[in-house]
């Protein structure tokens, strides 16, 4: 079966970094799209990046643009989102997402994709 096993998160301070690592298997990984969202209690789930099956095409939310990058191994099966310049509105859980409807875009809404990981936490403190 497809699983996605997110990694990575953790506790950091504010002007911090960390880089989110997301595992699949169970699925031929080039021929999927994946993605990046976040949620925190009580809001909806935000599209956060995504990227291509190839790496050509990449997308960010305006709150993460210039400070977030997403990347992809496909011979890993892994796709990554670097952080920095980390803020608490930040905080979230973050999950990986994989599309296999459009793999040579980017989906940028919940309904886009097809797998989803359990999500890894990542808590920026003032």
């Known amino acids: 079966q497809v699983q996605l096993v997110e990694s990575g998160g953790g506790l950091v301070q504010a002007g911090g970094s960390l880089r989110l690592s997301c595992a699949a298997s169970?699925?031929?990984?080039?021929?999927?799209?994946m993605g990046w969202f976040r949620q925190v209690p009580g809001k909806e789930r935000e599209f956060v990046s995504g990227?291509?099956?190839?790496?050509?095409?990449?997308y960010y939310a305006d709150s993460v643009k210039g400070r977030f990058t997403i990347s992809r191994d496909n011979d890993k099966n892994t796709v990554y989102l670097q952080m920095n310049s980390l803020n608490p509105e930040d905080t979230a859980v973050y999950y990986c997402a994989a599309d296999h409807s459009r793999p040579e875009t980017v989906g940028r809404t919940l309904q886009d994709y097809d797998y989803w990981g359990q999500g890894t936490q990542v808590a920026i403190s003032s």
């Open positions: 990227i291509s099956w190839n790496g050509g095409t990449t």
């Open positions: 169970g699925l031929t990984f080039s021929w999927y799209a």
